[in-house]
């Protein structure tokens, strides 16, 4: 007797019907010699401090591919408002790519609203969202900005926790960082006290810490204004070469030649404006 | 990482029903399943230590350089803690991989040197230490020396000698390799501006001493640039029949 299938309601939440697929392509990959390409993870060190009038976020600028340096001065202090910025680390096209979208939306609550948006109302996006995906959008965050409450600072992690805090670090230098926190942070810090903990925090990261490295990047934000200097310190120079690498031409030889005309018509363009009232 | 422990029975205990995982044994007498006892974590017996080293032969030279960087995981244990051991007046020998197996390992090669040179009364020479370090690895076939060796030294003729090995002792005489971490940034490197590979209509210009040394440092900055084990400092021991000559240079520390 035929056994009676039953449909399933849908369900909510995530559908895995991928990881099957997957599972046989990293399979039939791993036979052929191949692999995955791997996500391109941060390994980071940011950090943010409050001080007397605002906030000081500061990050490295090294992004790794395994041990490999991928990219030796990529930005990690991503736009999200114009008084709020948010550093990221984890996997980069998360931090990107999360940031971008809450960035979106606060500027459309922002019009509805017709108020200047509020670090809080960041915090929650971002941790209502994290908290959807379960933890597998990898994105650790460092949160700050200035709004009509005072300066404000979140740390926010993976699964979708955050915490409200005077100073965090965040990454894989994150430890590096926090020690020189607890050994010089004080309450109500003077922009240039501020600015000189957060740029020794991250290089204690740039320099201890083997996923950090290159330069140190800051964002200062205060009441009606933004300092977003990239970057502050120069922390790694590349050593100078004596020797002279250049190729003269041919150097590289050419094995056959084939030169294929072209027949091509040449069209006259015009640009027509469309009509859009 | 965490890895996972073996699965075991439990006992569940739910309301007032007790379910466990109960069968028959031989004797006829029901069994219970329930794993007491420790449970065993993977334990590795290697570590990466990061490093790089790189050797060049010369017509009467030989240069062995390595970074000074000794890494585990994301930590640094070392900034100065160079791969390049002295063997011989003429040979020099550099070891990267895991830092514990380099030190027994050059440990074993000193040892062995002394024994040679009080029965042979004579020092060896560089193509016999290479020799006997092949035989040395594969003694431990099944638990192997994570190290990757290279020798530079000169041979009985003066001539420049660059041997390189793997883990397990296979080993050749080459004009010029990089082993360690940055291994594969460096060797095509060298292939080009040493061999002269994949290019034409250039003149094969034999390498002096002085310019070898500036290739070296010139390659170490590029391989700091990119490899996050190699960097902090770069220890370059030139060999040539007047003696063995150290430099260091500093790299990025990041």
């Known amino acids: ?277 | 990482m965490e890895q996972p422990v073996g699965a075991h029975w439990h006992r569940v205990r739910l309301n007032t029903r007790m379910i466990s995982a109960q069968s028959f044994g031989d004797s006829g007498k029901m069994k219970e399943y329930h794993y007491t006892g420790p449970v065993e974590q993977r334990f590795s017996p290697y570590a990466f230590n990061g490093g790089t080293v790189l050797a060049v032969a010369g017509e009467d030279f030989a240069i062995v350089a390595s970074d000074t960087r000794l890494s585990e995981g994301y930590s640094i244990h070392s900034r100065d803690s160079p791969k390049c051991y002295k063997l011989t007046d003429t040979t020099v020998i550099g070891c990267s991989g895991f830092h514990g197996d380099c030190l027994t390992l050059t440990k074993i090669i000193d040892a062995r040197l002394k024994m040679y040179k009080h029965s042979n009364n004579k020092m060896m020479t560089s193509g016999a230490i290479a020799a006997m370090l092949s035989t040395i690895l594969y003694g431990r076939r099944f638990f192997p020396y994570y190290v990757y060796n290279i020798i530079g030294g000169l041979d009985e003729e003066g001539k420049g000698a660059v041997y390189s090995f793997d883990p397990v002792g296979s080993y050749q005489r080459d004009t010029y390799k990089a082993g360690g971490s940055a291994s594969a940034m460096l060797q095509p490197l060298l292939d080009n501006q040493i061999g002269f590979k994949n290019m034409e209509g250039v003149q094969h210009v034999p390498l002096s001493k002085d310019k070898a040394v500036q290739l070296v440092k010139d390659v170490f900055i590029s391989a700091a640039e990119r490899d996050v084990y190699t960097g902090d400092a770069l220890r370059i021991c030139v060999i040539t029949k007047e003696g063995i000559d150290e430099q260091t240079m500093p790299l990025r520390k990041d």
């Open chain 1, 1 to 277: 007797m035929a056994t009676m299938i039953m449909k399933q309601p849908p369900t909510g939440g995530f559908s895995f019907e991928n990881c099957k697929r997957n599972a046989v392509v990293e399979g039939s990959l791993n036979n052929s010699g191949g692999s995955l390409p791997a996500a391109r993870k941060t390994g980071t060190t940011i950090c943010g401090v409050v001080f007397k009038d605002g906030v000081v976020l500061g990050a490295d600028t090294r992004a790794t591919e395994g041990m490999i340096v991928a990219d030796k001065n990529c930005s990690k202090i991503h736009y999200i408002s114009p008084n709020i910025y948010c550093c990221g680390a984890g996997t980069a096209a998360d931090t990107e790519m999360t940031t971008q979208i809450i960035s979106s939306n606060l500027e459309l609550h922002s019009l509805s609203t017709g108020r200047s948006p509020r670090v809080a109302t960041a915090n929650r996006m971002l941790k209502q969202m994290l908290f959807r995906y379960q933890g597998y959008i990898g994105a650790a965050l460092v949160l700050g900005g200035v709004d009509c409450n005072g300066p404000h600072l979140y740390s926010i992690y993976p699964h979708g926790s955050t915490d409200k805090l005077p100073y965090v670090t965040m990454g894989s230098g994150s430890l590096a960082a926090m020690a020189v926190f607890e050994d010089r942070y004080k309450p109500d810090m003077e922009e240039e006290a501020a600015k000189r903990l957060v740029r020794d925090a991250i290089a204690a990261g740039i320099f201890n810490d083997l996923g950090s490295g290159s330069n140190i990047d800051l964002c200062v934000i205060s009441k009606g204004k933004v300092d977003y200097i990239r970057p502050h310190d120069e922390a790694n120079k590349k050593g100078v070469r004596t020797g002279d690498y250049k190729y003269t031409r041919g150097t590289t030889g050419v094995l056959t030649k084939a030169v294929k005309p072209l027949d091509l018509e040449l069209l006259v363009e015009s640009v027509q404006t469309m009509d859009t009232s």
